[in-house]
């Protein structure tokens, strides 16, 4: 009995000795800092980051100083807490969301054959640069589909991808994966687009498709906040300084320009009128009207819900009630 | 009867010849406007040396070779240059081009000089006048002949093979040329012999064009300096690779090997007979032959054609379509490219035009894949086409590198031979643009980190 006892306890610590030892000798040295800044992540593994996934882009902060804000799902708050793990300071990013610049749907746009062969765009490009009359056109073949990691991007009835701005983290695949460079990254909550990026002649455009930017120049020249320019006959937008007022839907002729919701009717207040009696700025119930006094005030359409309290109230009749269509 | 060995793989098309191979080469009409685009082979593009309004001669230099790979291009006949714009190219894509519009007196330009005494230049005068008429691969892929007969310091070339195989079913181009032009084949080799100094010569043809294999052993003559061998039946016998490995059984090592790397050089007999005409007239490549055929067309032809001709004319030549046609494809069956519009022009590397009729297009939709194995014992380069469709649909770009994707020649044969009807050759061509697109971005990724 005491023979098995003392055999016994010996083999164990024996064992623990040797365990002991191992642990020691064999330890891997993680730094901590990784796992807490992995805990932060969203865990999508997307690739935005340019990394292998959310434990390479962790490891790559913490031992290469690659900088916090560049995971792209996780946005602003990731960024921050990233930040705080890190003891860096860390400017805000804006989140952003994909669109898509074409509005040429089956409907509107002709196609130059009839594509057989896989249903993939990039496959389709190979086939003399896919089946669209126009060179700059989405193929609609849904490549974007199949790669967005978050299920935010659907093909529709008409062709075209729609992109879900709930499921959108802004990562950037679609657009990289995009062999018509048809989708871009705009800053979340912008709804006005050019939904165009022809840089064909105006006719050439008319031929191939109703609703392509002909490189008019009308909504250029309305833009109160200069967003807009024209390069090489196509309309394009600079969203750091849209304040989508929404002036360029009604303009553009070939109605390219799309932003906010049908049917749905803004208070437009036109800056050269508006003396900055700020009336509306007092009547607003939604508080969706800001300026400074004596000087022409916006309205914020992400809050106006078209009520017509400013107009009924502006004594130079500078606000306008504008419907979408 | 010199030994040959076989290559592994390949398909048996039925070839259709028929429609084509008594029809004597004619010369065809002058269209009412030519396109001559600036990109006809691979390498660099031309710039034009004409401007629109411009009149030209026929066989004047209208676009400069811009670099060591890229060739020249020249005008097909004289006239009027109309515009320089992106057109229509049979690469499915709007690239530039000069649009002429002939005066009809089809007038030579007068710096055309042809020499007797040609085979006593030297091999790099010889080269020179090669680069600066133009002359590039006829067979299709259009590379410049004379960066071909540029073998680098170090690499030595033994062996000449003239290609006259013409595996491709329906064409009958390269196998006209060799029976109603032997005489040009057989200098044209001389010139290139004299330029590398080889010793070994074979002229391939495949055993199916009987005709052809006595005509050029006729045109050799008693001495002859060059063997003709006929060859198995079998597709893709002319693809240069596997015609060295069933001659001179060497094989062409894989991921970016060249025929060179192998002391081999492979030329077309189109290619052949351009190098004569070039060095002996002093001619440019402003023409070629062309077979229009396939069972679309009112009467098929071989047609001496200008460079630049919209094969719309040509087809008119043919008497037009038959009946509605189904598909319009540039080049072979096996290999051709689908074209969408009748306005794409002839350019060097185009053998031929095959119209087919709409009741003879059957699109089937691809089944599942059945691994039955076929694609693997037809592809002549031993590739698993299977495998690399899937790792193109995964995505797995690294797997497929691995599995020697690259070394695919995209000649069709496992395309055409599965039964579940899988655009294998589609996938394939999607597989290769991907992962050079992966290495370009790996370079970039290279570069910025340095």
């Known amino acids: ?325 | 009867m010199s030994k040959v060995w076989r290559f592994q793989g390949g398909v048996h098309p039925y070839d259709k010849k028929d429609l084509s191979r008594d029809k004597p080469i004619e010369v065809a009409g002058l269209p009412p406007r030519l396109i001559v685009p600036l990109v006809q082979h691979i390498g660099a593009r031309c710039e034009p040396l004409v401007s629109s309004g411009e009149l030209v001669k026929k066989g004047q230099k209208i676009g400069e070779a811009q670099g060591f790979v890229s060739a020249p291009v020249h005008a097909p006949t004289s006239g009027k240059v109309t515009k320089i714009d992106n057109f229509p190219h049979p690469l499915g894509r709007f690239l530039p081009a000069i649009e002429i519009e002939p005066d009809g007196s089809d007038e030579w330009t007068e710096d055309i000089q042809g020499r007797e005494d040609f085979l006593s230049l030297s091999p790099d005068d010889l080269r020179a006048v090669i680069r600066e008429k133009g002359i590039v691969g006829m067979g299709g892929a259009a590379f410049p002949t004379h960066v071909k007969l540029s073998p680098p310091q170090g690499k030595t070339i033994d062996t000449l093979i003239i290609n006259g195989s013409e595996c491709e079913p329906y064409l009958t181009a390269d196998f006209r040329l060799m029976v109603e032009q032997s005489d040009k084949v057989i200098q044209g080799m001389r010139i290139m012999m004299t330029i590398l100094g080889v010793e070994t010569l074979f002229i391939a043809i495949e055993a199916n064009k009987p005709e052809a294999i006595h005509a050029m052993r006729e045109a050799l003559g008693n001495e002859p300096f060059a063997k003709v061998v006929p060859l198995k039946v079998k597709y893709p016998q002319g693809a240069e690779k596997q015609l060295i490995k069933t001659l001179v059984n060497r094989e062409v090592p894989s991921s970016g090997g060249l025929p060179m790397d192998v002391g081999v050089l492979v030329q077309n007999v189109g290619t052949t007979a351009s190098i004569f005409d070039a060095v002996r007239f002093g001619i440019p490549l402003v023409e070629r032959v062309v077979t229009v055929t396939g069972e679309g067309i009112r009467e098929p032809k071989n047609l001496r054609v200008r460079i630049g001709t919209p094969i719309g004319y040509l087809i008119e030549t043919c008497g037009g379509f038959l009946e509605t046609p189904g598909k319009v494809i540039l080049g072979g069956p096996m290999m051709g490219v689908s074209q969408y519009t009748t306005d794409i022009p002839v350019v060097k590397g185009t053998s031929g035009i095959l119209v087919f009729p709409a009741t003879h297009v059957h699109v089937e939709d691809p089944q599942s894949c059945i691994r039955c194995g076929t694609c693997v014992r037809v592809c002549p380069k031993n590739l698993v086409p299977s495998a690399l469709a899937l790792f193109a649909k995964r995505g797995l770009l690294d797997e497929a590198e691995r599995h020697y994707a690259l070394d695919c020649i995209e000649c069709g044969s496992c395309a055409f031979a599965c039964p579940a009807k899988i655009p294998l050759v589609h996938w394939l061509r999607y597989l290769k643009g991907e992962v050079l697109a992966k290495r370009a971005r790996q370079r970039e990724r290279e570069t910025n980190k340095k």
């Open chain 1, 1 to 325: 009995m005491i023979e098995a006892v003392i055999t016994l306890s010996g083999i164990g610590l024996l064992a623990s000795l040797g365990l002991g030892l191992a642990a020691k000798k064999f330890a891997v040295h993680r730094n901590p800092m990784i796992d807490k800044v992995e805990q932060t992540l969203p865990g999508g593994n997307c690739g935005a980051c340019g990394m292998a996934g959310c434990t390479a882009y962790a490891k790559a902060v913490v031992e290469e100083g690659v900088p916090v804000n560049a995971c792209a799902p996780g946005g602003a708050e990731t960024a921050r807490q990233i930040a705080q793990i890190m003891g860096v300071d860390v400017s805000p990013t804006e989140s952003r969301v994909a669109v898509l610049l074409c509005k040429g749907g089956k409907g509107e746009s002709l196609s130059r054959f009839e594509y057989q062969g896989i249903m993939d765009c990039k496959a389709a490009m190979i086939v003399a640069g896919g089946n669209k009359a126009c060179a700059y056109g989405c193929l609609g073949l849904g490549t974007c589909e199949q790669v967005c990691p978050f299920d935010a991007i659907h093909i529709d009835r008409t062709g075209l991808p729609v992109i879900d701005e709930e499921k959108c983290t802004g990562c950037g695949i679609c657009v990289q994966n995009c062999p018509k460079q048809v989708l871009t990254l705009a800053p979340q909550g912008m709804r006005v687009h050019v939904r165009c990026h022809s840089h064909d002649k105006g006719g050439k455009v008319k031929k191939v498709c109703q609703v392509g930017c002909i490189g008019c120049g009308a909504c250029v020249r309305v833009c109160p906040y200069d967003a807009l320019s024209l390069d090489d006959g196509l309309s394009v937008m600079d969203y750091s300084r849209c304040r989508q007022c929404g002036l360029c839907i009604d303009q553009c002729p070939t109605h390219n320009i799309t932003g906010l919701i049908q049917g749905q009717s803004k208070a437009r207040i036109d800056p050269s009128v508006c003396t900055g009696c700020t009336r509306c700025d007092a009547v607003c119930p939604v508080d969706a009207i800001s300026g400074q006094s004596e000087k022409p005030h916006a309205v914020d359409d992400s809050r106006c819900i078209g009520c017509g309290l400013c107009r009924s109230v502006c004594p130079v009749d500078a606000v306008t009630m504008l419907t979408f269509r």
